[in-house]
């Protein structure tokens, strides 16, 4: 096998990895405990680059962490942690006198472990549960009101109402999601290390797929027809809650950007929005632009709004007034008139003929 000089012995220090080209193939070359070594650069995840991770020391010996995902592999053997089964590509490496050399071609080839389950093979292969005569309709609650909490949610009782309402005068089938109750991380911001790091399903999601936002993806873009979001105003703004989903989102979005590949196809999104104070058309306008960002259209007179008023302070008494509201019973019906109405309508466009006008990474190739 040929032997190819990537460096002087001199210039990799002890403790130290760095990047070399093999021919064309980019190698990692370490040198731990002093012994050098060599494996493949390539993450066999995501294909990040692991030159640029850090290395630790534990139980099985040094491994290099991909700065993607944090998929490892240890530098002297190539293999992952014994859990998850992946192997590295291994070069032979040769000092001859101040030169390091590499094998041309691995000694040890990669390969990815094959897992025989995917519990994610329903979002990768975007196994849709909408069609031409379905009515499903999905409400999220972004409330964060504690579980121990006995008082009422107003964005939450509108979202009920609006749910009961499709129910029983459209025949719809429905699902709520409470936030609070599903466990799931914030988003880790992949998208900011590489573009490509940002992935369908969402890289969390395929680091732990009991994330809970894995039954908001499964819902909102594989279920739904029609989504209705609640929130309450928090400081003018939608809740925590709302900007922690919205934030894992970005995978969604970003497949548009990425790969011209529009997830959410003929689907309405309308919003309930409730509050203190009154700051309902600003927080209005920045749901209806998010949600008109993945691809969801919105109804004319897209949502319903509750506020008493900037000096509206007796709060014991909001609860009541929301009760006795005879606006907010007749405007969350006719939300729901306008969202089912637009639904039917939005069946009926060819997606398979629809771009977007949104920034993409071709726009730059081009």
Same mark, same amino acid.
């Given at each position: $096998? ?15 990895? !760095? /990047?070399?080209?093999? &021919? ?16 493949? +650069?390539?993450?066999?995840? @995501? ?5 640029? &991770? ?40 040769? !000092? ?24 994610? =093979? ?13 009515? +499903? ?7 964060? $009101? ?8 107003? *964005?939450? =009782? ?17 699902? /709520? ?17 590489? =573009?490509?790091?940002? %992935?369908?399903?969402? *890289? ?5 797929? @009991? ?27 939608? *809740? ?7 934030? #894992? ?17 003929? @689907? ?5 929005? %409730?509050? &203190? ?37 007796? $709060? ?12 907010? #019973?007749?405007? !969350?019906?006719?939300?729901?008139? +306008?969202?089912?109405?637009?639904? #039917? ?8 003929? $629809?771009? *977007?006008?949104?920034?993409?990474? @071709?726009?730059?190739?081009?």
């Amino acid at each position: $096998m040929n032997f190819i000089p990537v460096m002087e012995l001199s210039d990799l220090r002890i403790n130290s990895h !760095v /990047l070399v080209t093999v &021919g064309n193939r980019p190698v990692l070359l370490s040198n731990y405990e002093n012994k050098i070594s060599a494996i493949g +650069n390539i993450c066999l995840h @995501k294909a990040g680059p692991l030159d640029k &991770g850090l290395v630790n020391k534990r139980e099985g010996g040094y491994f290099v962490q991909c700065p993607w995902h944090g998929w490892e592999y240890n530098v002297h053997n190539g293999k992952a942690p014994e859990s998850f089964g992946d192997q590295q590509a291994v070069y032979e490496v040769r !000092v001859e006198g101040e030169k390091i050399l590499i094998s041309e071609k691995p000694v040890i080839p990669a390969s990815a472990a094959k897992h025989k389950d995917n519990p994610l =093979e329903d979002l990768s292969s975007l196994k849709y549960e909408t069609g031409p005569g379905t009515l +499903n309709v999905l409400g999220i609650s972004t409330t964060n $009101m504690h579980p121990g909490i006995t008082r009422i949610s107003t *964005s939450e =009782e509108a979202l009920y109402l609006a749910l009961n309402n499709c129910k029983e005068q459209h025949g719809a089938a429905t699902k /709520l999601i409470r936030l609070r109750d599903l466990e799931f991380r914030a988003c880790e911001g992949y998208y900011s290390i590489h =573009e490509r790091a940002c %992935t369908w399903p969402c *890289s969390i999601s395929e680091m732990d797929p @009991k994330d809970g936002m894995n039954e908001v993806y499964r819902s909102l873009v594989l279920w739904a027809d029609i989504i209705f979001v609640a929130t309450p105003i928090r400081w003018g703004n939608p *809740s925590s809650l709302y900007f922690k989903m919205c934030e #894992r989102l970005n995978c969604v979005q970003n497949q548009i950007t990425l790969h011209d590949r529009i997830l959410i196809k003929n @689907k309405v999104a309308a919003f309930l929005i %409730t509050g &203190g104070q009154d700051n309902i058309q600003q927080v209005a306008g920045q749901m209806s632009c998010f949600f008109t960002d993945l691809g969801f259209a919105l109804p004319p007179f897209n949502f319903v709004g509750w506020s008493r008023g900037w000096n509206a302070e007796d $709060m014991d008494q909001n609860v009541e007034e929301f009760k006795k509201s005879k606006y907010i #019973r007749r405007s !969350v019906n006719e939300l729901v008139t +306008n969202s089912v109405s637009m639904s #039917r309508h939005m069946k009926l466009v060819d997606y398979e003929k $629809m771009d *977007s006008p949104l920034p993409k990474r @071709k726009d730059i190739r081009d």
